[in-house]
C-alpha cells in the first residue's frame, strides 16, 4: 500500500485539527490527565463503543450523537475517572461537560464527544472537569497531539500515537490518531458499540455513514482480535472525525474508499499492537493464528480460548513452552475439529502434530518462548476458515498493578 | 441430615475397601505419586469426565469401561504425568497399565479404571509405572486411604480426604472420598464426562444407572460451580465406586436415593470447597452468588464472568473492593439483565444500588474483602432464577506456581 508514516505523528498531524493535553488535577501524581481534540471545521464522524451492557455514561453521550448528530468539532476526554455506574448524576454530568466545552469553544453541546477512563463508581468531580476544559481550550494547538496522547493514557508506560499519509486520487490525505490502554483490555465493541479508547482523525470527506460502516470493519480486523486480560471494558471507545479538508471525498464501494479504510485499518492495527506490546506488565507479545478451521467462528473459538488462558499467559511469562496447555485451551474452547488432526507450531518450529508431541526438543521450543515476540500457529486440517488474535503474558507486575489499582 | 464427618476420613473408611499410596518415581522430589483403591467384591460404579475435546487417555479407557464394563474392582492413579496428547502408545500405554494391575491383583483388565494428572504430552513411562503398580499392591491397606489421598496431590499444599457415615433404613452406610487440585480447575464434566480427580467409594448397593444419574446431579452443584484458574483440564474425573457391602441397597426414586445422593453432595462440596481454598495460590475464597435472574442461565454467565475475571481475582489479591471490575465482568458476560436494578453486596454490605453506587465507605467494604472468605452477591431483580460459584483470587504465587511448572 502506497502510505508513509509521519514522524512523530499524532492526530493533529491532520491539518485543520488541533489539540491539547493538560493536567486537570484527576491524577493524584499530577500527570497529564484531560486532552481535547478540536476540529476548525464540522467533521463528519462515527463512532463504536462498549457491548458491556453497563455502558459509561460518556459512552452513552457518544451514541446519541452517532444517532443525532451530523457532524462533531471537539472530543474531550479525561483519564483517572470512568464515569461509569454514576446513573443519572453521571449522564448529566457528562452532559455539562460537553455544554461548558461548547461554550468556551462557541460550538454547541451536541458538537460535543466525551470519553472517560478510569476508576469505576466515582461521581465525576465537575471542579476538575471545568478546570480541564478551561485549561485544555486554551492550549489547544497545531502541534498538541503528541501532549493528547500523554493525557489519555491511564497504566500505559508510553503514549500511543501515529500518523500516516496516502495518496488518493492524486492528492495527500493524512490519518492521524492516538489510543491508550493497557487493561481491562479485551474489546468488543459494536457500530453504534475497550477501556481502550481510540480517537482517528482525518482530512478525508466521507459521510457518517460510511465512515461508521469502514469502522465495523477496521475495529473486527484491529482492537477486536487484542486481548491484555480477557476484561471488556465499560468506557470502550473508537472515533473517527473527518473534516474533509484535503479537498478528497470517498465514496462508498469505490476504490478510494478501499485504499482509505486500508490505511485505516493499518493505523489501527499498529495502535492495537502497541496496545498489547504495552499491556499492563507485558513481557511477551503473542499472535495466536488459527487456520484451516471448519469455520470462522470456530477459529476465533480456539484463538480466544488460548490468547485468554491463565495458563497459557503465566507458561509464556515463564518462557515455558509448555503445549499441553494450548491444547487443553483448544480442547475446552467450544469448537468444533477433530483433536488427532491439529498440528501446532511455534514460529516455524512444529510442536504439535496429529494432537501429540511433535518430537521437538524441549531446548528448541524454550528458544522461541523466550523471545520478546512470537507466533502460536494451530493448524486443525478442518477446513478453510482462519483467525489470529494478539495476546500477551501474565506477569508479577501484572498481579502487583491490578491487585493495588487506585489512580 | 443426618450424616456424620469421621474423624480422618478417607477411601478406605468405608468397610470392604483398601487403597495405598507409594512412591512410584514419577516426581523429582521423591513424594508419593502412585495411587491404587481396590474393592474386595465387584462394586458398581459411575464416572463423570472433562468435556475437554483433548481427553486424556486414561479418560479415554474409564469412559470405555463406563460403556462395557458392569462392574469395576481397581483405580490406579498417577500424579507428574497425565498421559494426554499422548496418542495411540498413550492409550495402549495406560491399557497395559489397567493390565498389569489386573494380573498382580488376580482380576480382569477391564475392572481397572485408571487416571493421571500432571504434564500433558510426555509418553509414560512405562516403567515408573510398573514399579507403582508393585508397589502399591503390595501396600494395599484397609487403613491406606490417607496415604493414597497425598499421592494424587500436583501442586494441591494438603490432601484432601473425607469420609462421612449416615444412617439409610436403619443400617450404617459409609461414604468416602478424595480428590486434588489445584490448577487447571475449571470442570465442565459431562455424564459418561477437572485436572481435578476425585474417587468416591459407598458401601451402598446401586446399579450403575442410578449412581451415574446421581453423580451427574452432584457434579453440577459442587465441582462444576468451582473454578481457581477457568482452565478446564484434560484429565478431570470423578468416579464413585459402590459396593454393596452394607446390604443397604437404594432404588431410584426411593427416599433412601434421595437420603444418599445428599450425603454425595455433601461430600463433593466439602471437597469442591477445599480444593478452591487451596487453589493455586489462592489466599481467597469467594462465592459468587446470583439471585433473581431471568434464567439459571444468565445468572450461570454472570457468575462465571465475574468468577473468572482476572481483574477482580487481582483486586481480591489485593483487598482492593473495586465492584467496578465486578460490575464490568456482569456487564460482558452476555447475560440479559437491566443493569439499572442491579444490587450488589460483600457479604451483607451493600455495594452497588441501582447500578450505582450504595454509599457505603471504602473502609467497610475492604473490611469485607480482607477476609479469607467472602460473598459477592449480585441481586438482577428480574427473575427467580439464581446460580453460584465457588472461585479464588489470583497472586503472585499463582503466577510463579505457573510460570515454571515442571513435575
Redesign the interface.
Known amino acids: 500500500m502506497n502510505f508513509k508514516w509521519v514522524e512523530h505523528g499524532s492526530v493533529t498531524s491532520v491539518p485543520g485539527f488541533r489539540a491539547s493535553g493538560v493536567t486537570a488535577g484527576f491524577k493524584r501524581s499530577g500527570a497529564p490527565d484531560f486532552a481535547m481534540i478540536f476540529s476548525d471545521a464540522p467533521a463528519n464522524f462515527a463512532g463504536a463503543f462498549?457491548?458491556?451492557?453497563?455502558?459509561a455514561a460518556p459512552v452513552q453521550i457518544c451514541r446519541k450523537r452517532v444517532l443525532n448528530s451530523p457532524f462533531v468539532r471537539c472530543a474531550v476526554i479525561n483519564s483517572g475517572n470512568?464515569n461509569?455506574?454514576?446513573?443519572k448524576s453521571?449522564l448529566a454530568d457528562a452532559e455539562r461537560t460537553c455544554e461548558r466545552a461548547a461554550v468556551r469553544l462557541g460550538i454547541a453541546a451536541d458538537e460535543v464527544l466525551v470519553s472517560s477512563t478510569g476508576?469505576?463508581?466515582?461521581?465525576m468531580p465537575m471542579d476538575t472537569i471545568a478546570n480541564g476544559i478551561d485549561l485544555a481550550v486554551a492550549a489547544l494547538s497545531p502541534n498538541g497531539g503528541e501532549t493528547a496522547a500523554l493525557a489519555i493514557m491511564t497504566t500505559d508506560t508510553q503514549p500511543k500515537s501515529v500518523a500516516l499519509t496516502l495518496e488518493i486520487g492524486g492528492k495527500v490525505v493524512t490519518l492521524g490518531a492516538m489510543t491508550k490502554g493497557a487493561?481491562?483490555i479485551?474489546p468488543?465493541m459494536k457500530v453504534p458499540h475497550a477501556t481502550m479508547l481510540c480517537y482517528l482523525t482525518t482530512d478525508v470527506a466521507a459521510d457518517n455513514a460510511l465512515l461508521s460502516e469502514m469502522m465495523g470493519r477496521v475495529a473486527a480486523g484491529s482492537f477486536n482480535r487484542i486481548t491484555v486480560?480477557?476484561?471488556?471494558?465499560?468506557n470502550d471507545t473508537f472515533v473517527i472525525m473527518a473534516n474533509g479538508r484535503s479537498g478528497v471525498r470517498i465514496e462508498a464501494g469505490s476504490p478510494e474508499a478501499a485504499a482509505f479504510e486500508a490505511a485505516m485499518l493499518e493505523v489501527a492495527r499498529r495502535l492495537a499492537r502497541e496496545m498489547v506490546m504495552d499491556g499492563e506488565g507485558a513481557t511477551k507479545f503473542v499472535t495466536v493464528k488459527i487456520s484451516h478451521a471448519a469455520t470462522e467462528a470456530d477459529a476465533r473459538l480456539c484463538a480466544e480460548a488460548v490468547a485468554?488462558?491463565?495458563?497459557c499467559k503465566?507458561?509464556w511469562?515463564?518462557g515455558?513452552p509448555?503445549?499441553?496447555?494450548v491444547?487443553?485451551?483448544?480442547?475446552?474452547s467450544g469448537a468444533k475439529?477433530d483433536?488427532?488432526k491439529a498440528d501446532i507450531f511455534y514460529d516455524s518450529i512444529p510442536v504439535?502434530k496429529?494432537?501429540?508431541?511433535a518430537g521437538t526438543t524441549e531446548a528448541k521450543l524454550v528458544g522461541v518462548v523466550k523471545q520478546r515476540e512470537f507466533t502460536v500457529s494451530v493448524d486443525l486440517h478442518d477446513g478453510d476458515a482462519e483467525y489470529w488474535v494478539w495476546t500477551c503474558d501474565?506477569?508479577?507486575e501484572?498481579?502487583?498493578i491490578?491487585?493495588?489499582?487506585?489512580t
Not at 491444547?327 to 475446552?332: H, S
Not at 496429529?354 to 508431541?357: P, S
Request: a negative charge; charged letters at 15%.
Open positions: 462498549t457491548s458491556c451492557s453497563f455502558a470512568a461509569a455506574c454514576t446513573g453521571g476508576r469505576i463508581g466515582v461521581p487493561g481491562m479485551n468488543e486480560d480477557g476484561d471488556m471494558s465499560t485468554n488462558s491463565l495458563l503465566t507458561a511469562f515463564g515455558d509448555n503445549w499441553g496447555r491444547v487443553a485451551a483448544l480442547g475446552y475439529f483433536p488427532d504439535v496429529n494432537g501429540g508431541d501474565v506477569s508479577y501484572y498481579v502487583k491490578n491487585a493495588d489499582y487506585h
